[in-house]
């Protein structure tokens, strides 16, 4: 099993969808939980960190479950600029390291 | 804000060279940096973590002979993969953790092309 799995999609969307993103993760003892957004031939970006009593950002809410190992990400009124692959990603629990999911790609049309 | 700039961002190179990549951070300063590589449409693997003044702690299936890594600085990262070799090439990714704030940093990347 991978430690980190996610739908790699693609979501092709119109524009002012609402689309979730699910990633489940291996490592029970995991405790920091981040969605990050790359583009195509750049640098992942932090979108937001995920924390256990659920958080929003604007457009973007993150989801926890503990119990499950499941993280989602909800858009809602989706922009032709969230087009991208967005990164499940979580921290091994020891030495900082972070594992990435392979992403879920999101193509939003007009 | 703070900023990680890597260099080269693109980097073509023959079979057998060495290439170094550098990995700085500019406005803040980062004890533990990370290597990562990326192969087309899969994930980022870690490949290595770089502590300043000390041996890196590689990943399991990554050679440290092939991948040096020097943090000679608090600042300064550098990744050389020797004899490179088709199979090398990919994207390449640093991040670095500011040793104030705990906050993690992404480099631009640098794209190695071996041919």
């Known amino acids: 099993r991978k430690e980190v799995e996610q739908d790699p999609g693609p979501f092709n969307v119109p524009e002012g969808a609402t689309v979730a993103f699910n990633c489940t993760y291996s490592?029970?003892?995991?405790?920091?939980f981040f969605w990050y957004r790359q583009d195509c031939r750049k640098e992942p970006k932090l979108l937001m960190s995920v924390y256990s009593s659920g958080n929003e950002d604007g457009r973007f809410t993150a989801q926890l479950n503990r119990a499950s190992q499941y993280i989602s990400l909800l858009i809602r009124d989706s922009k032709l600029s969230d087009s991208a692959t967005y990164l499940c990603?979580?921290?091994?629990?020891?030495?900082?390291?972070?594992?990435f999911g392979t992403g879920t790609r999101l193509q939003v049309t007009l | 804000g703070a900023v990680v700039s890597q260099h080269p961002s693109r980097v073509i190179c023959k079979s057998g060279t060495s290439v170094k990549i550098e990995c700085r951070s500019l406005d803040f300063q980062a004890t533990t940096m990370f290597w990562y590589r990326q192969f087309p449409k899969q994930s980022l693997m870690l490949m290595a973590t770089?502590?300043?003044?000390?041996?890196?702690?590689?990943e399991q299936g990554v050679e440290k002979d092939k991948f040096l890594i020097n943090h000679a600085s608090l600042t300064l990262s550098t990744l050389t993969v020797t004899s490179a070799h088709p199979e090398d090439s990919s994207f390449y990714i640093c991040?670095?953790?500011?040793?104030?704030?705990?906050?993690?940093?992404f480099g631009e990347g640098s794209r190695l092309t071996v041919l």
């Open positions: 991040s670095a953790r500011s040793t104030n704030t705990g906050e993690l940093f």
């Open positions: 770089s502590n300043e003044g000390s041996k890196a702690t590689y």
């Open positions: 990603v979580v921290d091994t629990g020891t030495a900082s390291k972070l594992t």
């Open positions: 490592n029970s003892a995991s405790q920091s």
